[in-house]
């Protein structure tokens, strides 16, 4: 019986000629990631452990980007608390203020994650690398700690679920509108345990930004990764950022999953998910038919939709126009780069002359941490991945989770709206 | 491992770590501070109501979201003696474990048992009875490996107990 993909890259780690669904496995690690929420609880654990450091220095990232620039004084004391250990252990990928991003858009961006790798992170999205043919999940803070610590996990080896793309996304729909769709077919826990393979001619179709949403984005609906091949596409986003040597795994012709769901690309409408839980999907014109929803706050930004192409997307939607009044939109470039690039760009002006506030990268408003946090009653049409109660502020405001097509739209309308309607 | 008693508090599908333990109490990583703000945005009372070695019990997808180990944390550190779940999402099963706390899958459970039922489990042998309403179900037994890595407080002890 063949392998899919993930198993053939868990195989591999494990150093094994093949693994099956079900084995538990010890697999290699060539990247363990942390923020400044988890972090600190790992280095508490590993500071118990009979160890003497970190197994590789080269091969541990810590980013501080949920709380930074520090929101309060206990948020100062966790950041300074992973600087700490990244000096004394010498971290080569410690991102300080100034060049940190929000993890998952900041690692691909320097090349720390490529192709074959297996990857854990103490934080749930660190699927999002499946995009670039890697094998990596999320997980807490102890298994960081002992990751770190020894440079190995234990994995049960997933069953897959295989997505069979065809077609290509109409204009105005994005990758972060298949995933939901998706979300909404399967539901949150539709691939509880699982690997989400993404394959079919219509994956050539999709941009890497699209990938990385789509990939992100496995986690809420419960799977363990979600994985697409290497393409030209890919390779020709590696060569762009990474230097590192990348083994490419293929999943076998007679790989077995649990199920095979073809989507048509070319059928999905923009897609909006409506509170309290990433399932609870609705097209646009759903939406147009049962009335109209009228918002308080816009959120363009997150490991999910804070990329290059995404401001792009806002921006050209925003250019000339100005935001309805009395709406609060947030703009939130991933990465200094991205950042960078919108200035170059022109794009910062036009997000400022149409309303729109620019932060710093941080993840603040996405977890009700800061920039951004909503008062009771409140609605909030967001790029993020979580529409869980309380998780942008009050537990009585409500998010609705969209593209950055559809939040454009939606901060010009004061309602919630895609590009068709302006 | 010695059997788990208690009451039950109960909740229904895809209780998520925000809930469990909400964001903005993120800016701390010390378990008694954790535990004072354990299901506030589900159960606003569930620190008045609880009391030490209770059982939370709730259906599907327990635990699913984000991968905060601060949500085990905090429901280990406010007293609850086992989590009951048809389902529990995977991150958070992984971390239950890593910690120490016990948890155990059983959808007849999980269904049938009701908020405020004195329940009494067996890590042993999987079993779990309904004391108030006289019923029992089995549950999934722990392997020994992991009735040992819970009972030392969780994997770091575990690993530094087997160095």
Not at chain 1, 94 to 105: C, K, L, N, P, S
Not at chain 1, 210 to 237: H, L, Q, S, W
Not at chain 2, 38 to 63: H, L, P, Q, W, Y
Request: glycine fraction near 10%.
């Amino acid at each position: 019986m063949g392998m899919t993909m993930t198993q053939k890259i868990l195989a591999r780690a494990a150093g094994k000629e093949s693994v099956k669904a079900g084995d538990l496995i010890m697999a290699k690690l060539d990247l363990v990631l942390g923020n400044d929420i988890t972090s600190p609880v790992a280095i508490h654990e590993i500071e118990k452990m009979n160890v003497n450091g970190v197994f590789d220095k080269d091969k541990i990232a810590l980013v501080p980007d949920h709380f930074v620039p520090n929101k309060d004084i206990k948020s100062a004391e966790h950041c300074k608390c992973v600087r700490e250990f990244a000096r004394k252990n010498d971290i080569t990928n410690y991102f300080e203020v100034g060049e940190m991003g929000i993890e998952h858009a900041l690692l691909p961006e320097k090349g720390l994650t490529v192709p074959g790798d297996v990857i854990i992170g103490a934080d749930s999205h660190t699927c999002t690398y499946g995009a670039l043919g890697a094998f990596s999940t999320g997980v807490g803070s102890t298994d960081m700690a002992a990751g770190m610590a020894t440079g190995e996990a234990w994995f049960k080896v997933p069953s897959a679920i295989k997505f069979n793309l065809t077609g290509s996304l109409p204009s105005g729909v994005s990758g972060k509108d298949l995933i939901l769709h998706i979300i909404g077919k399967i539901g949150v826990d539709g691939a509880l345990y699982k690997s989400m393979e993404f394959a079919g001619p219509g994956v050539s179709a999709l941009s890497m930004d699209d990938r990385f949403t789509i990939a992100n984005m496995a986690i809420e609906a419960g799977g363990k990764n979600g994985i697409f091949p290497v393409d030209d596409k890919t390779i020709e986003y590696l060569n762009e950022h990474a230097t590192r040597k990348y083994t490419v795994f293929e999943a076998d012709e007679d790989a077995e999953y649990d199920e095979v769901i073809d989507i048509d690309l070319s059928m999905l409408r923009p897609t909006v998910s409506f509170p309290h839980l990433p399932e609870n999907t609705h097209t646009i014109d759903e939406i147009h038919k049962d009335g109209d929803i009228k918002i308080d706050q816009v959120v363009i930004g997150s490991c999910t939709n804070g990329r290059i192409s995404d401001m792009r997307i806002a921006a050209q939607i925003l250019k000339g126009r100005h935001v309805a009044k009395g709406i609060r939109v947030i703009v939130i470039p991933a990465t200094q780069a991205v950042y960078m690039q919108c200035l170059e760009e022109g794009l910062l002006k036009i997000f400022i002359e149409s309303g729109c506030v620019v932060s710093t990268p941080t993840c603040g408003p996405c977890l009700g941490g800061y920039m951004g946090v909503l008062a009771a009653g409140e609605k909030c049409v967001s790029t993020t991945n979580r529409n869980f109660v309380g998780r942008m502020g009050h537990v009585d405001s409500e998010i609705y989770l969209a593209s950055p097509s559809v939040a454009a739209a939606s901060a010009v309308k004061g309602i919630i709206s895609c590009v068709e309607d302006l | 491992m010695e059997n788990a008693k208690g009451k039950v508090l109960k909740y229904g599908d895809n209780v998520d770590t925000d809930v469990i333990i909400p964001a903005r109490y993120l800016n701390s990583s010390d378990p008694a501070e954790l535990a004072l703000h354990c299901m506030e945005d589900i159960d606003k009372d569930f620190s008045k109501r609880m009391n030490k070695g209770d059982i939370i019990v709730a259906t599907k997808n327990f635990g699913c979201g984000s991968s905060r180990e601060h949500a085990p944390i905090a429901i280990k550190a406010s007293g609850i003696s086992c989590v009951i779940a048809e389902t529990f999402a995977r991150i958070f099963y992984r971390n239950a474990i890593n910690i120490g706390l016990p948890i155990i899958e059983c959808a007849e459970a999980s269904r049938e048992i009701e908020d405020g039922d004195e329940v009494e489990i067996d890590f042993n042998t999987g079993l779990i009875k309904d004391l108030t309403k006289g019923t029992s179900y089995q549950g999934q037994a722990f392997p020994e490996f992991m009735q040992k890595l819970i009972a030392s407080g969780g994997l770091v002890n575990y690993i530094n107990n087997n160095n």
